[in-house]
């Protein structure tokens, strides 16, 4: 049996990237997908290409959050799983990050997976039935580069957040976990390398050269764990936050 078979997940920010590339390994492994963003060209195109179920939302507005998930139960009748990969990930260090753009930050990559978390526990917890959660992290929740501050910041908000909620609701039987992604090829990581770095078009094979690996992480690799860890072959594990990187966080030569 698939390893999703008959669950109902919800992807916030699914619309690209490492939310879209999650959006379809999770209908591969049979499950029915909803997904979020905010750009509805692009969501559109998702879903008649993959099938899954798009809903515009701004998850800077906790409302619409809220929101995206009542419409979600209205269409499918329920949400078993939820996975929060929605990410802002603009430059800004301890000296020039205004406050608009730390607020930003925190409102993409913290509020947002809070009252989402908040609005399916809920449901969850009301329909008396079990379900997962996976919150894609960054490992810069443990410092990060100068140059990512806010974004460092909310990351590891995050982190705490999902071992809080971990523990508090795993008498319900939800499971929660955090998935610290390391440096990972996407078309946003390409726009940013470009915009805030200067990047040519062979920044990925530079990239590359300087990583243990020899290759940036890959969106169908992460896509592949995080559907193990939403579903019943992960075990009982819950209130981890997982560094998926080549990195090794603590270590030094």
Wanted: glycine residues 12%; hydrophobic residues 45%.
């Amino acid at each position: 049996m698939a390893l999703l078979e008959d669950k109902v997940v919800l992807v916030n920010g699914g619309s690209q990237g490492i939310g879209e590339g999650i959006v379809r390994a999770a209908l591969r492994e049979g499950a029915t997908v909803a997904f979020t963003g905010r750009r509805a060209e692009a969501g559109e195109k998702v879903a008649a290409d993959s099938g899954a179920t798009f809903v515009r939302a701004d998850l800077t507005d906790p409302a619409q959050v809220r929101g995206s998930v009542e419409r979600v139960i209205e269409a499918h009748g329920r949400i078993d799983s939820l996975v929060n990969s929605a990410g802002l990930t603009s430059r800004g260090s301890l000296l020039d990050t205004s406050p608009e753009l730390f607020d930003a930050h925190i409102a993409i990559n913290l509020r947002a997976p809070f009252f989402a978390m908040q609005a399916v526990v809920a449901h969850l917890t009301a329909r008396k039935a079990p379900g997962t959660i996976v919150n894609i992290g960054s490992n810069c929740a443990h410092g990060g580069p100068p140059h990512l501050a806010p974004y460092s910041a909310a990351k590891a908000g995050l982190a705490g957040l999902t071992r809080n909620a971990a523990h508090a609701h795993r008498w319900d039987r939800i499971r929660i976990n955090d998935l610290n992604i390391g440096w990972t090829e996407t078309e946003g990581e390409d726009a940013i390398q470009r915009e805030f770095h200067g990047a040519g078009d062979d920044w990925r094979e530079r990239a590359a050269e300087r990583l243990p690996m020899g290759k940036l992480g890959q969106v169908d690799e992460i896509a592949d764990f995080v559907v193990f860890l939403l579903s019943d072959r992960s075990g009982v594990v819950t209130g981890s936050v997982i560094d998926w990187d080549q990195n090794v966080m603590g270590a030094s030569d």
